[in-house]
T-cell receptor, first 111, second 111 residues
């Protein structure tokens, strides 16, 4: 039982490049989330999904897109990366009304 | 979700109890108190949650005041491995985990 797995763990992008972060969970959770964490700060919600085929905006959605084509996967896309998107990205999943389980993070640097 | 207030940092001697306070004076009747911790830059780890009664599990105890406006997370015998940032979160147990994590309390356990 792997829980929540994020791919890749590290990435360096040049400004303007695009990339997709993959999150996979094997707990059959309905809800999935993407957060970002900047140095010395808490986590901020980017986008979330309440089920396959549905997505919604969180606190800081600008510059990101997401897709949930399969229940177990939640993709976070950066269409044109900017230095301000340098951060650590965490994916999480949960059942309704239950605690969330987090992945180990993706450290992204945009130069 | 109600706002929470935590001290930015605390120290604790190894082997002693660590008592981490959290104020949540605007908590609503249907909102639970959740605690997570984040070790180094790993993904947040769920610790415990409660509604009004005190709760205990293998990791910690949660004490919620009678008026529910504050709570304390207790690590009974802190070890060096408990050095982490601890987040107190208040949320209703409906819907998903769309909670915003604040800055938390940085706990330093010293030998």
């Amino acid at each position: 039982n792997a829980g929540v797995t994020q791919t890749p763990k590290f990435r360096v992008l040049k400004t303007g490049q695009s990339m997709t972060l993959l999150c996979a969970q094997d707990m059959n959770h309905e809800y999935m989330y993407w957060y970002r964490q900047d140095p010395g700060m808490g986590l901020r919600l980017i986008h979330y999904s309440v089920g396959e085929g549905t997505t919604a905006k969180g606190e800081v959605p600008d510059g990101y897109n997401v897709s949930r084509l399969k229940k177990q996967n939640f993709l976070l896309g950066l269409e044109s990366a900017a230095p301000s998107q340098t951060s650590v990205y965490f994916c999480a999943s949960s059942r309704q009304g239950s605690e969330a389980f987090f992945g180990q993070g993706t450290r992204l640097t945009v130069v | 979700d109600a706002k929470t207030t935590q001290p930015p940092s605390m120290d604790c001697a190894e082997g002693r109890a660590a008592n981490l306070p959290c104020n949540h004076s605007t908590i609503s009747g249907n909102e639970y108190v959740y605690w997570y911790r984040q070790i180094h830059s790993q993904g947040p780890q769920y610790i415990i949650h409660g509604l009004k009664n005190n709760e205990t599990n293998e990791m910690a105890s949660l004490i919620i005041t009678e008026d529910r406006k504050s709570s304390t997370l207790i690590l009974p015998h802190a070890t060096l491995r408990d050095t982490a940032v601890y987040y107190c979160i208040v949320r209703a147990n409906t819907g998903g985990f769309k909670t915003i994590f604040g800055a938390g309390t940085r706990l330093f356990v010293k030998a």
